[in-house]
Structure formats: structure tokens, C-alpha cells
């Protein structure tokens, strides 16, 4: 009776997974949950938010350098947070099917990291003016958020599928191809806030999206065929 127990014990278990949902969908639960853990305690004490945010200052002074990967995690409000996985669901879970979920993973945490390092040279070394803190932001400045990674994945898109529509959020009945719509954004991003004063992390999106072109190049090369064979279905 025993024995029988521990096999049946011993089957239950090795049938026992956690739901298999994509890559994408897990990365969008880390960041929901991430803030709903974050966010309150930086409310709280906002002196909690340099142990979570990306300030490039900190960092190159060598100090909270784990921020680099949980400001990957972090956003700064409920409308950054829906904004910006919104566009992860909309484009992770195609770029995750063209790509894989494993090589999939390890390009969006690479180039988020790579992301975060451009954020923190540029505006490290170049907005330490009032014009390269307009251009570049300011170093005193900490960023969170998805955006580098998700225009890494747009990026990439550039590259293997640039004929493939891309749409604004807030007008989704304008489309463009993605070689086009994706420069225009970051560029009109950039130039928004540099006149205005808004920090945005242009200088991540643009490092994000340099990873993505040149992981791109390097996929289109190595796997050139699919690549055309994808792009047959792309109107």
C-alpha cells in the first residue's frame, strides 16, 4: 500500500508544471509584478527608488550597479506600465515565434542591458551641459522601464521584416513600414523631449534599437533564406 502510494505520489509530481505560456507573457508578469512590489515602498520612501532605478551618476561612480537589470523591470506610473506592455505583447509574442523562446529571452535582457548602458555613457558623459542634458538628459536623472528592450525588438523587425505595418498606440488606424515607423518614432520621441524638457530615455530606446538592428543583421546573414521566406508572407 505504501509503495503504491509513493508511485502515485512520485507520477503526481513529475505531472505537475506550471502553465507553459510563451516567453512574452512571462516577461509581462515579472514587470507587473516587479512594480506591484516596487512601487508602493518607492511611494512610501522615495529614497528606495536609487536602489531600483538606472542613474547614471550612481553608476559610474560605481555604486547600485544591479539597477542596470531591475530598472528593466520598473516603470515609473500605472500608464507607463500598461503602455509599455501593451507594445511587448504586441510584438514579443510575433518576434519570440520568428526567432525561438530561448534566443528569444536572452535578446530582450541583453538588449535591455545594452540599453541601460548606452543611457548611462551618453547622458554620463554628454549631458553634463544644459544642451546635453536636453539632448542626451541628465546624469542626476534615473530611468526604469521595458522601452529599451521593446525597441530592440522593433529594431529587429527593421531589419528581417521591414515591410511589416507598424502602428502608433494612440492611432491605430495610421500604419507605416516598420523601416520607416520605427526611426520616426524614436526620432520624434527624441526631438519632443529635448523641446520640451520631458525626460524621456531617448538615449536607451536608441541603444535598445542599435542592439536590435545589429542582432538583426547578424540573423539575416546567418539565416538568410528564412529570412526571404518570411517576407513572402509580408505585404
Known amino acids: 500500500m505504501k509503495a503504491n502510494l509513493r508511485k502515485y505520489t512520485k507520477r503526481s509530481i513529475r505531472k505537475f508544471n506550471l502553465p507553459k505560456l510563451n516567453v512574452t507573457v512571462w516577461l509581462i508578469i515579472v514587470n507587473v509584478a516587479f512594480f506591484a512590489l516596487a512601487f508602493p515602498l518607492i511611494l512610501f520612501n522615495s529614497d528606495y527608488s536609487k536602489y531600483i ?13 544591479w539597477t542596470f537589470a531591475t530598472s528593466m523591470f520598473m516603470h515609473g506610473g ?5 503602455i509599455n506592455m501593451f507594445v511587448l505583447f ?38 553634463n551641459t544644459e544642451l546635453g542634458a536636453k539632448i542626451f538628459g541628465s546624469p542626476l536623472i534615473a530611468g526604469v522601464g521595458a522601452s529599451g528592450a521593446i525597441f530592440a525588438i522593433a529594431g529587429l523587425f527593421v531589419i528581417l521584416t521591414p515591410k511589416l505595418k507598424f502602428s502608433i498606440i494612440f492611432l491605430p488606424f495610421f500604419s507605416l513600414p516598420a523601416y520607416v515607423m520605427i526611426p520616426l518614432v524614436l526620432f520624434a ?12 530615455g531617448n538615449t536607451a530606446h536608441f541603444g535598445g534599437f542599435l542592439a536590435g538592428l545589429s542582432y538583426g543583421l ?12 518570411l517576407n513572402k508572407y509580408i505585404n
Open 90 to 127: 504586441s510584438l514579443g509574442g510575433f518576434c519570440e515565434r520568428v526567432i525561438g523562446r530561448r534566443r528569444f529571452f536572452w535578446f530582450y535582457i541583453i538588449s535591455g542591458l545594452v540599453a541601460g548602458i548606452a543611457f548611462v555613457l551618453l547622458s554620463g558623459f554628454f549631458g
Open 218 to 229: 547578424y540573423l539575416k546573414k546567418k539565416y538568410s533564406r528564412k529570412v526571404r521566406l
Open 78 to 82: 500605472i500608464a507607463h506600465l500598461l
Open 189 to 200: 520621441t527624441w526631438l519632443v523631449s529635448a523641446g520640451t524638457g520631458f525626460p524621456i
Open 53 to 65: 532605478a538606472l542613474q547614471p551618476s550612481y553608476i559610474l561612480q560605481g555604486k547600485y550597479l
